[in-house]
Each structure stands twice: as C-alpha cells, then as structure tokens.
C-alpha cells in the first residue's frame, strides 16, 4: 500500500513573518507527526514552510513541481521532487495524489487547486482562504472551513481516513 | 498571424431550458461575427451552446477535449477537435490559447478556468458566474463583471484586442 | 463533425536547404489540396514548411505549441494556435488529435511523437525518419514506411479515413 | 536537498517468468541498496517488479500513475504513488524527475520514454531495449547500452553523479 499524503497548498510569495507562514510550518509538522507524507507543490513560501515543518518532525516530504530541476528546483525540505515541466497543471497532479488537501490563504494559483480538488473529489478544507460562491445555488458546499491550523489537520486527517474506508 | 481566440468556459451540465444556455449561444454568436475564433471545453452544456452558436453565425469553433475521440468526442458543433487526454489538465490549455475568456455560471471545472486564466493573466469576465474573493486583501480585482452577454463580449473582445497591443 | 486532421511531425531545425522542408512544405500543400486541416507542433522548421505549404495552398492550420505566447510564439504559417505551456507533453496532444500522422526526418522530440502514436493507436507514415525495432520480436511492425512525400500523403490519407469508418 | 531518483522504464504486460521481469527486479534492488529513490510509471509487469526489488531492499519507491486512484491504482510495492490523469503525459514527468534512468525491453510506452528521455537530456541506459537510429547521420549516440542488469545500474549511478556534479 503507498502511504497516505496531504497536500497543503498556499502562496509562494508567503514570508516568515506573516501567520500562512507559521500556519503552514505547523500544519506540515502536525500531519508529519501523525505519519502522513507531506504534499507541496515544492517552491517557496508556505510551500517550503509546510515542508519545513514536516521535515523537522521526521517526515516525509514530496514536491510537484511546475517546471524543471534546471529552471525552478525544489525547495530544500523537499525530499522526493517530482519534476513535470507541465507549469500550472502541475495543480491537477497536486490534488489527484492527495487523500486530503488543505489550502492555506493563496493567490490565484491556490484558488486553482481548491477549484480542481473539488473537481477530482479530493476533499479540502479551507483556512484563511479564499470566499467562493457559486452564483444562485442552495446546495451545500463540499468544502470545510477550519479557524485553525490543528482543526484543519484534524478535518484533513479524518477526511483522508474516510476516503480510504479506513 | 494565428487568428484571435475567445474562450467561453460554462459548465457541461446547463440545458437548453437554461438562461445560461442561452447566454452562451449568444455570445458565441456575437464572438463569430466579429471575427473571433471561439474556443471552448468541447463538451455539451455550455460549450456546446457557444459552438452551436458561432457555428450557426458562420464562424469557426475550437474544441479543446479533456479525454479522446473514442472515450468524450467532442460535440457537433466543434470544426476543429484538439484531444489531450488529459482531463482537467486541458483547462490550462484552455486558458493558455485564448486573447480573452467569458465565465458563464459553471461549476468547479469553471472555477479552475477562472482561477488559472487570472494566474496566467489572460483576461477573464465573469457573467453570473463563481463570486470569489481573497482572504484579507484590499486590492483590485483582476477580472471584469458583466451583467449580460451583450456587455461581456464587449469586455472581452475590448480586452483581447488589448492584449495584443491592437 | 469536426474537420480531418493529419499531423506532420519533423524537427525545428530544419532549414529550407534540407530536403525534409522541402518534403514537408510538399505533404502540407497536398493534404490542404484534399482538404485535410494540417496539424503540426507549431514552432519552426519542417513545423513551419508544412504549415506555409498547407496556408499557400489554402488549408487551415493547427498548432500545437509546448510553451505560451509570449515564450514560443507560433509560426506565422499557423492559423489556429493552441499554446499548453507543458513543454515535451504536448507531443501527447499532437498524436491523439490526429486522424493519421506524418514523420519526416527528425530528433528525438519526432521520435516521441511516433512512439506516443504508435501507443495511443495513431496511424503512422515514416518517412527518411527514425529506424526503429523492438528487442526480440517477430511481429509485424504497426508503422508504414514511405518512400517520397506524395506516398506518405497517400498512405496518410488512407489512414486517416479507414480510421473513421469513412 | 531532494533524493537522487534513477528510473527503471519497461512493459507492463511483461510477467515472472520473462527476463525483463527479473532484470527489473535485480536493478530495483541495486539501486536501493546504492540508496537511490526508484522510479516507475508504478503499473505492473518491469514496473512492478522493479519497485518490489526496491522495497523489499529496503528502499523508497516513487510511482507516477498515468490515471487516478480508482481507474489505475499503483502496485503494492510503490511507497509513493502520484497520480497524474493525464495518460501517456505522465511519461514526460517520470524522465523529467530521474537523475538517470534505465530502459529494460518494453513497448512503445518504453520508446517513448526513451525518446523524451534523450530530448530533455536525462541519461538514459538501455538493456536488451529498442534499437534506433536516425536517418542519414554520422553523430555519436547519446544513449549507452549495457548487456546485464549490473552493468546498467553501474552505468546509470555513474550518469546520475556526473549529472549532479557529484
């Protein structure tokens, strides 16, 4: 069986000082701890913070890159880089491999990941992200908000769990 | 000079009964008769509407298909049929080759578009569409709102000929 | 229906004093003539003889380009062009849009395309291209060798129609 | 810093009692032992038994499937399974994200892989693989052959160092 992984999905223009940063970093330690590899889409920001924090804790880290090892490596708390060269539709591998997602605050390119993990029924909670609505609807949404960084790995774990009927 | 292209992204699931159907029968329509290639999904609902309609006004349509002409071929109206087997991937792909692109309602394979057009800055209108906003944020948004077909072909096609210096 | 598609695959650096542009300038103008759309990867050389051919002699042409517009511009020869920004996966593209397909000459990126033809059950003519042979086989080989332009085009349109039942 | 990863490419219809089978299985366990990540396109036949002779080394394996989790699951030996759905497209990541790669008999899929490998310039080995050849040329290949399992994991170290500076 691979292992389970979670992706956490945030902006690369994140820096240390600002709370996705911290968010991030604490989010990939907790689900690091818990034994989950560590999805990121493998550049800078909270990207390299979610790894970061995974790293730290002993886990296993694993990077989709947009581009290629010449033009944009991975950060260095990426352990298994994955090179595509495909640019953003690397987001689609991103969360086809997850069993959960997280997104965590984000640009246009995390709103694109939450967008096609909808899609692809990968489940994603949201934190501090971005408001979506669709125009004239009354259905229930098929995202979860989280107000913090355990709550959304507590819901990401659980989503992941029951996705594979463990 | 390749000839200028304008997406119209909806949803494949809308129907003739649908105001959004019509929407983007019409804006196919207008699109064809000033000139423009209309691209879309290539699959039926929306994109089919919008084919259907450049394709009655004379004008040539572009289909870009997730799957193969064996598994989803493209709907009736699509002159030219790209295949990329790729599945949603194909919404970059999307985005990529238009000089502007129109929102019509949708769901998540729409948001994707939305989200992946304002990553790679083609230009994008919203009509009726997904509301999105950003956590925390003050600045302007990157995408143009319109309130009918008329005003969103405007908006579009005033946005592609802008994007190409004409 | 959308329009016939047949692909012409060859390298970009092909000049007009090689042979193959010549050939590929030749197969673009005669399967314009049989009203084929001529589909080629969109950049230059023995891309650009095929597309000027097929547009002189008054076809339509398709490119399918690895980068965006702003990166790898289409060759003026290109009437419609579909940019993927994926780099070499867009040869994937270039072989499941085609109703039969053409190799002229070429590096290793033809190479693929033949490869990725000859998996995804894409009719293909070689012709002055790549010898290719299995380890230990006896099976018949699924390509077709061609000995001038004018029988690879026919070998081609063959292809193309026995392919859709025509 | 990332891993080095070295690709093992091959069929999936081959089965326990082929050599490639067992050619697979040896070099997956070599280069776990040498510490290497291994590679695959995470399917069965050389795939699989690549990834067991890894795993049941004691190495990581990284999988890159060519369709989601339910259609096209990873074998049980792959630690790492990313999901691409984009069909033979995922081909172009796994020769992008290896230091270097061997290519053990295999089908078209292999030859391509082979082709893409030498077009993105990752070293490729070949074991009792495809011959090729390009028409009219007189340049030095820039593939190796190797005549056993050993020499090829010998000669793909030895790239995967030298392309890193090692």
Redesign the interface.
């Given at each position: 069986?691979?292992?389970k992984?979670i992706g956490i999905f945030g902006a690369g223009r994140v820096t240390e000082t600002d709370n996705d940063w911290m968010a991030a970093f604490s989010m990939g330690r907790l689900l690091a701890q818990r034994g989950f590899?560590v999805l990121t889409g493998g550049l800078g920001g909270a990207m390299e913070a979610a790894s970061r924090g995974a790293r730290e804790a002993g886990g296993?880290t694993?990077?989709?890159l947009p581009g290629?090892?010449n033009t944009t490596p991975?950060n260095?708390y990426?352990?298994?880089?994955?090179?595509?060269?495909?640019?953003?539709?690397r987001n689609?591998?991103n969360v086809?491999?997850c069993d959960a997602a997280i997104a965590i605050?984000?640009?246009?390119?995390t709103?694109?990941e939450?967008?096609?993990a909808?899609?692809?029924q990968c489940p994603v909670i949201l934190l501090?992200?971005?408001?979506?609505?669709?125009?004239?609807t009354v259905k229930q949404p098929d995202w979860q908000l989280a107000s913090s960084p355990e709550e959304a790995v507590s819901l990401a774990i659980a989503a992941a769990e029951a996705e594979s009927g463990a």
């Open positions: 069986m691979a292992r992984i590899v296993v694993l990077g989709i290629t090892r991975a260095k990426v352990d298994i880089a994955v090179y595509t060269g495909m640019g953003e539709a689609v591998i086809k491999s605050g984000g640009e246009y390119g709103l694109s939450i967008a096609l909808l899609k692809g501090d992200s971005w408001h979506i609505a669709p125009h004239n």
